[in-house]
């Protein structure tokens, strides 16, 4: 019974996790006279009255508040949560984070406050059914699209959580959760008791035995049913999660499935990386580079790759070169976006200092020059923010933005001092003059302000 409702709970909460492509209907504003922050709506008329130090945006009915605009360090802990009518839903005593834009987090706030001790306490406020988990906790992190959330009580271990009802599916015992690294995949995690051998936990039941002479890759977790193992003769292999082998050990090294393969290094082989199928069939060799994987995932029913000599592309799963191409000058890493199924490839290239250039590739592997210094979208949004002439002033971005759909193809001219991808019927930006506001799909100006 308690199996199943882990189950039920589960799926109820990847459910939950579409929420965060819902429109939203109230955007955050400035009162210029008063200088306090409410809500608009995308007529720029106010639905909840300027009465806020600071305003956030909505995730799934929930928006942050800050009864005060000074920094946390510099004054009381006044953050808080409320609905779409103004009403708190927690009130505004704490510091309150957004985890939602955190890679795969969900709609989900991190809640802290400091106790008389002057320790910090932590909790979690989950957005889908307003779970408000209390203050037990000296850190709660969740970064993966999962229904759990990290907990420790003391820094040096650590537990799971489930993120709607607080209960604890894994004990806080272990050094290594998983949570920070790989995907917890269908109630199973890898996760490790101080130097001991790693332990695959199905949560909320118990740890999983594993055949003789058999211990599980530290740092690999579950993806796709499967996970790497370790054996005597010091090979590797894969498990399932009941625990049976089902490619047997005969690789150096075997990393975590992806997209239905999984990259390893071919067993006396000169270090040689190879792509292998779930059937431990091998579909690719002569990839990597040394400080990445050879085989990055899928994308467009091919296996996105890299090559020794630096060179980046393309393969079909019977091995067909679709693309290859190098990396431009000056630029260390490579990464693939995909917005319509029918639409080119955005190809970002990672420069030194935190900066990137965008190109686009067709879905044949043709490469165009890398065009824009800046990209910005929101998850399921069709229009990006970009820019082609963005440079890095200190902290300050500085150049002008605008607007193209996921083809490339320019919606909104770059008239703009800076600007966020649109949120739903509105965009926020910076114009000429310094001032801030929100334009419709037209760039129409909604609403426009002068901070003070």
């Not at 942050?64 to 953050?79: H, R």
């Not at 059914?129 to 203050?135: K, Q």
């Not at 150049?399 to 909104?412: A, F, P």
Request: hydrophobic residues 40%; proline residues 4%.
């Amino acid at each position: 019974m308690k199996k199943l409702l882990m189950i039920v709970l589960a799926l109820l909460a990847l459910v939950t996790f579409a929420a965060a492509a819902e429109e939203p209907t109230l955007w955050p504003a400035c009162d210029e006279e008063t200088g306090l922050w409410g809500y608009i709506d995308e007529k720029g008329a106010w639905v909840i009255e300027p009465q806020f130090g600071r305003a956030y945006h909505f995730h799934g009915g929930c928006a942050i508040v800050d009864t005060q605009d000074v920094p946390e360090w510099e004054g009381e802990c006044t953050k808080g949560v409320i609905d779409e009518t103004g009403a708190y839903l927690l009130a505004p005593e704490y510091d309150v984070y957004d985890a939602c834009c955190y890679e795969g987090a969900g709609l989900l706030y991190f809640v802290e406050r400091e106790n008389a001790d002057g320790e910090w306490q932590s909790g979690w406020f989950n957005i889908p059914n307003r779970f408000f988990s209390g203050l037990h906790w000296a850190e709660c992190y969740a970064a993966r699209d999962t229904a759990y959330v990290l907990i420790s009580d003391d820094y040096s271990v650590s537990g799971l959580a489930d993120r709607m009802t607080g209960e604890i599916v894994l004990p806080v015992a272990y050094t290594y959760t998983g949570l920070y690294d790989w995907a917890i995949e269908d109630g199973y995690v890898v996760a490790q008791r101080d130097e001991g051998p790693c332990e695959l936990v199905e949560l909320g039941v118990g740890v999983v035995q594993l055949p003789e002479g058999v211990e599980i890759a530290y740092g690999e977790g579950v993806s796709g049913g499967l996970l790497p193992f370790l054996d005597e003769s010091g090979l590797y292999g894969y498990l399932n999660t009941a625990g049976e082998i089902v490619i047997p050990a005969q690789y150096d090294y075997a990393h975590v499935f992806r997209g239905g393969y999984a990259e390893v290094i071919l067993a006396e082989k000169e270090l040689t990386h190879a792509v292998i199928d779930r059937q431990g069939q091998i579909v690719l060799t002569g990839i990597s580079r040394p400080w990445s994987y050879g085989y990055n995932g899928m994308v467009d029913g091919a296996l996105f790759v890299r090559w020794p000599e630096g060179d980046w592309g393309l393969v079909e799963t019977d091995g067909t070169v679709r693309c290859r191409h190098a990396l431009p000058e000056g630029a260390y890493d490579v990464w693939l976006w995909e917005f319509a199924p029918d639409g080119p490839i955005w190809v970002e290239y990672r420069l030194p200092d935190e900066e990137s250039v965008y190109a686009l590739m067709t879905r044949e592997g043709a490469l165009s020059e890398p065009r824009w210094t800046w990209a910005s979208w929101n998850a399921g949004e069709a229009w990006l923010a970009v820019s082609e002439d963005c440079e890095r002033a200190g902290r300050e971005l500085v150049g002008t933005w605008g607007y193209v759909d996921e083809y490339g193809s320019e919606v909104l001219p770059a008239v703009y001092a800076w600007a966020e991808p649109f949120d739903g019927a509105l965009a926020r930006v910076r114009f000429a003059d310094g001032q801030e506001g929100y334009i419709d799909r037209e760039g129409k100006i909604v609403y426009r302000w002068t901070e003070k």
